[in-house]
């Protein structure tokens, strides 16, 4: 709810704290009054270019063309449309863009109405709150976690966090690799070796991945072998105690290695029940789709053809493998089935590796056709793919034996540079002290690389480039939320004291750093619209380096009390959007680095 100061200053008209949202309206209103032609008006806000304002509508020129109307002449009725206010200037630039630059007396309004650290939060709540079911992590069972699986998991997190800080309901699953063909081999090398699973030292898992390859091999060398496996898996499938109680061993070791993982990321989940658990649920799904001739049998396996898509006319999407067995597809389609009838999703989103792309396309057109023509709604469906991450050679990154980097080996090398870095800046602080700056440091360093590169391409890990304290980095925003800490214990003063200022911006950089404050809200729209976490860290960096230039232009501790008021003011109010916008990317901020 918007309080009544804010009302008065921007009139009776209903104010949405999305400044690009309530120009949107104001141009939408303008246009309807114009009611040229019978067709809806798009006003396509965007930021402006500074030289012209602060918000641009660009919709005028493409509704002209399309409508056969002189653009500039319709953008200029529909800013003679515009109803007056004291709170923005409206002008056109080029052949028909309307831009708005905001006054000074509203962004300051607009700053004061932001609040504390919760009022912004109840600012940034969607209308409408929606059920997500965010599916990511997944790593696979008797294995341990690679530098492959932390894209997923720290994508997948950071969406989390952005959906629930909106209001709506987020249900966080990790679908782990839990059942398979694997399970047969591990199971024949765990009995070849006679190993007891309560013996395997301090990194059972890391123990098991190499039964795991040693199995292999062997079966891969003996045809005998081979068949053993196959048995064992049979076994397994068909209920044998002695073989489901080792799965189930496997499965508890491989869960206490990666909630070490977690815990150290500060990451949660509400479910974790792979794919074990819908295995009595696959045989539904083989009867409905051949019930509904969505799949059909081809060289003894069950597959669905999508003959309106070019390439999976031909392309067979498998849901059942010709010796009977399930494969991803199947479990996939069980779960999903799953999801939206226990858990009522809404709208489900997959966060994977990019070469699964294929995988959920095909995956998304089956569900949609089987439940259009069982009458049921389908929750929206996102599959959120990323790309690889690099050495320095190009290729994805391994450790000079060729083999992939383990996760929680990454994570301490992390803060273990952190602490040389925390030690050199602080020689004598203390150890325990020390540990806790270098953790939070490192960890956001890691998470920051990888969040801050748009998702859909690869990058090049470098410890050099994440670690600096220049640049678009976790550190240099770390540092901008420490800057402003030590100002206020200069001044002693709390943040909490500083919600009110008598004076406006006035000077050019503070009104830049206020201005680009009031496109947080956008910034979070943004990043939701598209699923791209580095949208909301382009806004951040963009944020930190705008308060470095107004920090190293003004002088904060001047002798006038309402300058020095106004520019503390601004240093909270940048100091909520830092901190609330790395909570948000699970970076926790430091008062002193």
Not at 167 to 190: E, P
Not at 504 to 510: A, I, V, W
């Amino acid at each position: 709810m918007t309080n009544p100061e804010v009302q008065d200053v921007l009139g009776v008209m209903e104010f949405s704290f999305n400044l690009s949202q309530y120009f949107e309206k104001v141009v939408s209103e303008a246009a309807e009054r114009i009611k040229t032609v019978d067709e809806t008006f798009e006003p396509q806000m965007r930021i402006a270019d500074e030289r012209f304002g602060d918000f641009q509508a660009n919709g005028a020129l493409p509704y002209a063309k399309r409508n056969g109307l002189n653009p500039k002449e319709f953008a200029q009725a529909i800013v003679e449309k515009t109803e007056s206010s004291d709170c923005w200037e409206i002008s056109i630039a080029g052949p028909g863009f309307i831009n708005f630059k905001l006054k000074p007396k509203f962004l300051l309004t607009w700053l004061q109405e932001l609040g504390d650290m919760e009022n912004t939060k109840r600012h940034l709540l969607a209308g409408s709150p929606r059920r997500f079911v965010i599916d990511y992590s997944g790593p696979n069972t008797a294995k341990q976690m690679h530098v492959g699986h932390i894209r997923s998991t720290i994508i997948g997190e950071s969406l989390a966090r952005l959906l629930a800080l909106q209001g709506h309901t987020v249900i966080r699953d990790n679908h782990l690799g839990d059942w398979g063909t694997q399970f047969g081999i591990l199971l024949y090398a765990i009995k070849r070796e006679d190993i007891s699973l309560d013996e395997l030292g301090e990194e059972p898992v890391a123990v098991l991945e190499d039964l795991y390859r040693k199995g292999n091999s062997w079966v891969k060398k003996s045809p005998e072998a081979l068949n053993i496996a196959r048995l064992e898996l049979a076994k397994l499938q068909n209920g044998d105690e002695e073989n489901l109680s080792l799965w189930q061993k496997i499965r508890e070791l491989s869960l206490g290695t990666f909630e070490q993982v977690y815990e150290l990321l500060g990451v949660r989940f509400d479910y974790a029940q792979g794919e074990s658990f819908y295995r009595d649920q696959v045989k539904e799904i083989y009867s409905v789709l051949q019930k509904h001739e969505i799949c059909t049998e081809n060289q003894g396996a069950l597959v669905v053809f999508h003959s309106e898509h070019k390439r999976f006319a031909k392309q067979p999407f498998i849901i059942r493998k010709s010796d009977g067995a399930s494969n991803y597809a199947t479990t996939d389609l069980a779960t999903l089935a799953y999801r939206k009838k226990e858990w009522g999703a809404e709208h489900i989103i997959y966060v994977t590796d990019g070469r699964q792309r294929d995988h959920f396309e095909q995956l998304f057109m089956t569900v949609k056709k089987w439940f259009q023509v069982e009458r049921m709604e389908c929750p929206t469906l996102s599959h959120v793919w990323f790309g690889t991450i690099l050495g320095k050679d190009n290729k994805a990154i391994k450790t000079r034996e060729g083999q992939p980097v383990k996760l929680m080996k990454l994570l301490l090398e992390a803060i273990d540079r952190a602490k040389k870095m925390v030690q050199e800046k602080n020689p004598d602080l203390q150890e325990k002290e020390v540990e806790r700056r270098a953790k939070i440091i490192g960890l956001g360093a890691v998470r920051y690389a990888d969040l801050s590169q748009d998702r859909t391409l690869d990058y090049v890990f470098s410890w050099d480039k994440m670690l600096a304290l220049q640049g678009n980095t976790s550190p240099y925003l770390q540092y901008a939320v420490a800057r402003i800490h030590s100002l206020f214990r200069k001044v002693g003063k709390n943040r909490s004291d500083l919600t009110k200022t008598s004076i406006s911006p006035q000077s050019d950089s503070e009104r830049k750093l206020a201005r680009k404050i009031s496109f947080f809200p956008l910034a979070i729209e943004q990043t939701t619209k598209e699923l791209k976490p580095h949208t909301l860290c382009v806004y951040l960096f963009e944020l930190a380096t705008e308060f470095s230039s107004f920090y190293n232009q003004e002088k904060v501790m001047t002798e006038d009390q309402d300058t020095q008021n106004l520019r503390l003011f601004l240093c909270a109010k940048t100091q909520i959007v830092l901190e609330l916008g790395l909570e948000i990317l699970g970076i926790e901020t430091l008062e002193q680095m």
